[in-house]
């Protein structure tokens, strides 16, 4: 049984929240036929720690052998990261990249005595489905399970076949319901198909009547509403950043994104000329932070050359993450600042082609106060955009208490007082800030910077005159094991 303050193998300790969540999954959990919760709670509240404590218990008294974590592709190395940090039990890890005759074989090698951990994004596993179900997962998570929360896509065919095949089953959200009550129906057939049934048909004809044009728009009806309700909540625990006192103020959250082969290739290009060019040239601050604006405009997906000065997108690593944000943070505000207008301009697009309200302040804005009023008192404004070097002051954004940090300039000072526009006077509930970074690339050198308070611009230029490539973020910056 889990014990409230004790008996959970993680190195730290867990919140009461956090120790309330692994309390109830005891409780649905119940040897020896397992089961399935709903884990619904918000970002910043840990839940990838809570899940992390739920398994290292199941492990320790031998309920599993075998864990599968399935997730959108941008946060398969937060799961990597977070068990390197928190697990305090004996695993074996293999996140599966490359092609699929790849991760065929990595799924086949994953054996041993230890804990064995698969973690595979949503795409790959309807793919790899045969193989899955062969390696026989004990327990699987589903994180950010709207992601299937259409009941006739193939990932949604395919987590309710593997969960249907495995004992314990976690599916992890803020919340479950991203539209419309409907969507719950998926993402319980994975979790428990006892609490909803297992045809989608029969549970829309029960709770929903279709009106509208065609009979397409389902709409609850009346006298299922407190059925509906007492079933959704039978298996789920529900946390959030206002009714979580305990968490601290200020939460730093590094979501760490791959680059696509072809911007990496470009990328892994650019910091060869940038070296070569300083090699043959003075090396000053302004040369080295020249070069460094340039890989730093490609990690958020644009680039422009000499030839042509206009940038072209060559990535949408970091737009998609940000969507998949957007998508787990669902009816709560955000606050996204990035640093480029082209930046600025691609998550315009998104937002509107997601029929997402904003307000948006960068340089060429002059109706600052209009657009903070709207962000901070109309509810149908969802998201406020803000350019790091215009709107980091003298603003106050309390409506949002998550902030994602899309791209950084160098500016400590920036940095600083751009996280101050939500914690500040008036704020309720702890700040969550979300720092998109491209795995292995300048973004990584700029945020330890900004982190310890360091001179970047010093750093690089003492670098490059001792005859040290200073773009290269791992070859300093992680010599010693160290994580920004």
């Given at each position: 049984?889990?014990?409230?303050?004790?008996?959970?193998?993680?190195?730290?300790?867990?919140?009461?929240?956090?120790?309330?969540?692994?309390?109830?999954?005891?409780?649905?959990?119940?040897?020896?036929?397992?089961?399935?919760?709903?884990?619904?709670?918000?970002?910043?509240?840990?839940?990838?720690?809570?899940?992390?404590?739920?398994?290292?218990?199941?492990?320790?008294?031998?309920?599993?052998?075998?864990?599968?974590?399935?997730?959108?592709?941008?946060?398969?190395?937060?799961?990597?990261?977070?068990?390197?940090?928190?697990?305090?039990?004996?695993y074996e890890m293999t996140v599966l990249t490359g092609s699929l005759s790849h991760k065929g074989e990595a799924i086949r090698s994953a054996s041993g005595h230890s804990s064995q951990v698969l973690v595979v994004n949503y795409e790959?596993?309807?793919?790899?489905?045969?193989?899955?179900?062969?390696?026989?997962?004990?327990?699987?998570?589903?994180?950010?399970?709207?992601?299937?929360?259409?009941?006739?896509?193939?990932?949604?065919?395919?987590?309710?076949?593997?969960?249907?095949?495995?004992?314990?089953?976690?599916?992890?959200?803020?919340?479950?319901?991203?539209?419309?009550?409907?969507?719950?129906?998926?993402?319980?057939?994975?979790?428990?198909?006892?609490?909803?049934?297992?045809?989608?048909?029969?549970?829309?004809?029960?709770?929903?009547?279709?009106?509208?044009?065609?009979?397409?728009?389902?709409?609850?009806?009346?006298?299922?509403?407190?059925?509906?309700?007492?079933?959704?909540?039978?298996?789920?625990?529900?946390?959030?950043?206002?009714?979580?006192?305990?968490?601290?103020?200020?939460?730093?959250?590094?979501?760490?994104?791959?680059?696509?082969?072809?911007?990496?290739?470009?990328?892994?290009?650019?910091?060869?000329?940038?070296?070569?060019?300083?090699?043959?040239?003075?090396?000053?601050?302004?040369?080295?932070?020249?070069?460094?604006?340039?890989?730093?405009?490609?990690?958020?997906?644009?680039?422009?050359?000499?030839?042509?000065?206009?940038?072209?997108?060559?990535?949408?690593?970091?737009?998609?993450?940000?969507?998949?944000?957007?998508?787990?943070?669902?009816?709560?505000?955000?606050?996204?600042?990035?640093?480029?207008?082209?930046?600025?301009?691609?998550?315009?697009?998104?937002?509107?082609?997601?029929?997402?309200?904003?307000?948006?302040?960068?340089?060429?804005?002059?109706?600052?106060?209009?657009?903070?009023?709207?962000?901070?008192?109309?509810?149908?404004?969802?998201?406020?955009?803000?350019?790091?070097?215009?709107?980091?002051?003298?603003?106050?954004?309390?409506?949002?208490?998550?902030?994602?940090f899309y791209s950084l300039d160098y500016s400590m000072s920036n940095y600083e007082q751009t996280k101050a526009r939500i914690h500040r006077v008036g704020q309720r509930h702890p700040c969550t800030y979300i720092h998109l970074v491209a795995k292995g690339t300048v973004d990584e050198q700029v945020l330890k910077a900004l982190k310890n308070k360091a001179?970047?611009?010093?750093?690089?230029?003492?670098?490059?005159?001792?005859?040290?490539?200073?773009?290269?973020?791992?070859?300093?910056?992680?010599?010693?094991?160290?994580?920004?």
């Amino acid at each position: 049984m889990f014990q409230t303050g004790q008996g959970f193998p993680v190195k730290t300790s867990l919140y009461r929240h956090q120790l309330e969540a692994c309390a109830f999954a005891e409780k649905v959990f119940k040897p020896p036929d397992g089961g399935g919760v709903a884990l619904l709670m918000e970002m910043g509240t840990g839940k990838t720690l809570t899940s992390i404590a739920i398994i290292g218990r199941l492990w320790i008294e031998r309920r599993i052998r075998k864990v599968l974590i399935v997730a959108p592709l941008s946060i398969l190395g937060v799961w990597e990261e977070e068990f390197q940090k928190f697990a305090g039990f004996g695993y074996e890890m293999t996140v599966l990249t490359g092609s699929l005759s790849h991760k065929g074989e990595a799924i086949r090698s994953a054996s041993g005595h230890s804990s064995q951990v698969l973690v595979v994004n949503y795409e790959s596993a309807w793919r790899l489905e045969t193989e899955l179900l062969r390696w026989h997962p004990d327990c699987i998570i589903a994180d950010e399970c709207h992601k299937i929360k259409t009941h006739n896509a193939r990932a949604s065919k395919t987590m309710h076949k593997l969960g249907t095949a495995a004992k314990y089953r976690l599916a992890l959200t803020g919340t479950v319901i991203t539209n419309k009550p409907i969507d719950v129906f998926s993402q319980y057939r994975f979790a428990d198909p006892a609490v909803f049934g297992g045809s989608f048909y029969l549970f829309r004809n029960r709770y929903f009547d279709m009106t509208g044009y065609g009979k397409y728009t389902p709409v609850m009806k009346q006298a299922m509403e407190t059925e509906f309700t007492k079933r959704l909540h039978s298996i789920a625990f529900r946390a959030t950043k206002a009714e979580c006192l305990d968490l601290p103020d200020t939460t730093d959250v590094i979501q760490r994104v791959d680059l696509e082969p072809n911007a990496l290739r470009a990328y892994r290009q650019l910091v060869k000329d940038s070296y070569t060019e300083l090699q043959d040239g003075a090396v000053t601050v302004s040369n080295v932070l020249t070069r460094l604006l340039r890989l730093s405009q490609l990690t958020g997906g644009f680039l422009g050359s000499d030839e042509d000065p206009r940038p072209k997108q060559v990535s949408s690593a970091k737009l998609d993450a940000l969507e998949e944000i957007l998508e787990s943070v669902d009816g709560q505000k955000l606050v996204i600042i990035a640093r480029f207008i082209p930046e600025i301009q691609a998550i315009e697009a998104m937002l509107t082609r997601k029929g997402i309200r904003y307000a948006i302040i960068h340089g060429g804005v002059t109706d600052r106060a209009a657009q903070v009023t709207a962000f901070q008192t109309d509810p149908t404004v969802q998201v406020f955009i803000g350019q790091i070097a215009t709107a980091g002051l003298g603003i106050t954004l309390t409506a949002a208490s998550t902030m994602v940090f899309y791209s950084l300039d160098y500016s400590m000072s920036n940095y600083e007082q751009t996280k101050a526009r939500i914690h500040r006077v008036g704020q309720r509930h702890p700040c969550t800030y979300i720092h998109l970074v491209a795995k292995g690339t300048v973004d990584e050198q700029v945020l330890k910077a900004l982190k310890n308070k360091a001179d970047l611009a010093k750093t690089l230029v003492d670098d490059c005159r001792a005859g040290r490539n200073p773009f290269d973020p791992y070859r300093r910056m992680y010599a010693a094991g160290n994580d920004v």
